[in-house]
């Protein structure tokens, strides 16, 4: 991180709130002095994702993941220091002089930069060219014919490209890099000649939550050419990638925080349907089943999730998919069938908006809607039964908290007319079989602190000083006076320690600061972990901790002399640690120093 000036790194830190930061993807309640959520690190269901406004670092207790603002951003959104740092300063008006970065990371992040800006370029473009050239026109009367108004298609941003090089061409013009377009998946080639990858399609840019454009998806307007497939969305690049992005999320997000609900459907005019019809909390994934990364997505803004799902065979397969995701994510999904030959948009359109919310009021539990499949497509024949059964054993023996599993399992046996305790019998079996495979350890191992035990006196010990140094900064001139840090047993709480002093003259003593000067996650996450704890410190309590140390490592010191003095070869030997034994004991008296 040398290349980017300290004061600016110090600037960035004062300015920016990690509260604030880490808001933006994880929903914070207030728990005490800090504040808990769900973990965006690891899957978990109870909050040990911790933040402290006052320390401004976070720490998850279940993973033992931790680290100042800058880590946070690197680890959430895969960037580099210099990237996150880049970010926080335009966020918070600080300007960084980039030319002081080595060339290959200046690089990096210029060509995001880059990408950003063309996609914007792009976005703009094809946004003018639809409500300004002739052909445009065409598609807005298509888009006006599927109920599209002017005021979604300029909330959504929606554009449209008329010509197969018309974009080709004003990169030309405007001196936009061809190759840069191309790496954007906005430009194609062929046979040496530079083409429009969507053109003659209605375009919707793709933003993230940060309001960028990180991508498109587009639809042909017409669908009487079976070689062109109806959609077409941006390939992988550096910035977009369908299994990490959700379409609408960047309109959605605050309704999805207000209602702590949000609709998830099958593809973007879904959601610009909902829209228009005063529903806002909806997003659609881009022509990809879900995946755990869009579950740990849209746990940052709501508690549910209700798909909305044709009720074709397609529809009914996609949202059986789309519960097992949600239920290894611990988070919790119902599924709203709309009536056969209804998509969200039709459905509106002849019931209105609010017949569509009292439907996902009564939206289907995953477990009832995955029953209702199966009676569906086996019968209630005997023989349908067993089939049933077989089918939903699984999904049964998968819901962790036993309350609800024995209330499912009464239900389930209900509906179908068995015997409770048969089914009973069989889920048992299942649970029995995953532990014997470990497939039902779904929580994750807490880290250990240390590489050490835990429960050696000397490890407890050295952890609370290293816990006091960080909390408490008023005693570092102490330690540093007593030399306690070289005999530390651990060596990562001595390196961590280590690190507290070589960075105590000069600097405030800022926990978060601390932290950011550790590169080694390892120090870093244990630092966290430390700083978190709640001890109020005295210099008096601090004293003691100290002396307590100090005693055990004499205690040991002189142990570790008897014991080679036992072990020793000759008489000489014996003497000089004799000798040595002596000078210690004069150490430990403090006649020596
Ligand atoms: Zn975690």
Redesign the pocket.
């Known amino acids: 991180m040398a290349f980017i000036p300290k004061d600016k790194i110090t600037d960035i830190q004062s300015a920016a709130d990690i509260v604030e930061i880490v808001s933006e993807s994880v929903l914070l309640k207030k728990a005490g002095k800090d504040y808990k959520g769900l ?1 965006p ?2 899957t ?1 269901k109870t909050p ?2 911790t933040v402290s406004p006052e320390k401004q670092i976070f720490h ?1 207790f ?2 033992g ?1 931790g680290g100042n603002v800058f880590s946070f951003l690197m680890k959430q959104e895969g960037v580099s220091f210099p990237e996150a740092a880049k970010t926080l300063a335009r966020r918070y008006g600080i300007e960084i002089p980039t030319q002081t970065m080595p060339p290959e990371e200046r690089q990096r992040m210029d060509e995001r930069e880059n990408l950003f800006a063309v996609n914007r370029q792009a976005a703009d473009f094809f946004h003018h060219s639809l409500l300004n050239s002739p052909a445009g026109e065409k598609a807005m009367t298509y888009l006006k014919k599927r109920g599209m108004t002017k005021e979604t298609v300029d909330a959504f941003h929606i554009g449209y490209d008329s010509g197969w090089d018309n974009f080709t061409n004003y990169c030309l013009q405007k001196e936009i890099s061809r190759e840069l377009a191309e790496k954007a998946g906005l430009i194609g080639s062929k046979n040496g000649r530079f083409y429009d990858r969507f053109w003659d399609r209605i375009i919707f840019p793709i933003f993230d939550v940060g309001m960028r454009v990180i991508g498109f998806g587009g639809r042909v307007t017409d669908n009487s050419n079976p070689k062109r497939p109806k959609y077409y969305n941006s390939p992988e690049t550096p910035l977009y990638n369908k299994s990490r992005s959700l379409y609408g999320l960047h309109r959605a997000k605050q309704k999805c925080r207000q209602s702590g609900i949000a609709y998830l459907t099958e593809g973007y005019v879904d959601v610009l349907s909902l829209y228009q019809h005063g529903i806002e909390n909806a997003v659609a994934t881009l022509g990809t089943a879900i995946t755990p990364e869009h579950v740990r997505l849209l746990k940052g803004y709501v508690r549910e999730v209700i798909l909305v799902y044709d009720s074709d065979e397609a529809g009914i397969r996609a949202a059986q998919r789309s519960i097992g995701t949600f239920r290894k994510e611990n988070m919790d999904v119902r599924i709203l069938v709309l009536p056969s030959g209804y998509d969200p948009d039709a459905y509106l359109f002849e019931f209105g908006p609010e017949s569509f919310t009292d439907a996902a009021e009564g939206a289907l539990s995953a477990m009832s809607f995955l029953l209702d499949a199966a009676i569906k497509k086996h019968g209630l024949s005997v023989e349908g039964k067993i089939r049933i059964l077989s089918e939903m054993k699984g999904s049964l023996a998968s819901v962790h908290d036993s309350v609800a599993r024995s209330l499912y399992i009464k239900d389930f046996a209900d509906r179908i007319h068995v015997d409770e305790s048969a089914v009973l019998e069989q889920v048992r079996e299942v649970i029995f079989e995953n532990k014997k495979k470990g497939l039902s350890r779904q929580h ?1 191992p807490p880290k250990q602190l240390s590489d050490g035990p835990l429960s050696s006196p000397a490890l407890r010990i050295e952890q609370q000083i290293t816990s006091m140094m960080l909390q408490f900064p008023e005693i570092l001139t102490e330690i540093h006076h007593r030399n306690l840090i070289e005999d530390f047993e651990n060596e990562t709480l001595k390196s961590v320690c280590q690190t507290i002093l070589k960075h105590n003259n000069g600097s405030d003593g800022r926990v978060s600061e601390l932290i950011g000067l550790m590169d080694d996650k390892k120090k870093r996450d244990m630092a966290t972990s430390l700083a978190m704890k709640e001890d109020a410190w005295t210099r008096e309590g601090c004293l003691s901790l100290i002396a307590q140390f100090e005693s055990i490592r004499n205690r040991r010191k002189t142990a570790f002399l008897v014991q080679k003095m036992g072990a020793a070869d000759d008489h000489e030997e014996m003497l000089s640690i004799g000798n040595e034994f002596q000078r210690e004991k004069e150490i430990q008296a403090g006649i020596r120093q």
Do not use: D, L, N
Request: proline letters at 0%; charged letters at 10%.
């Open positions: 973990c690190f690891h978990e040990s994702f998850c279940g993973c993941t994750y």
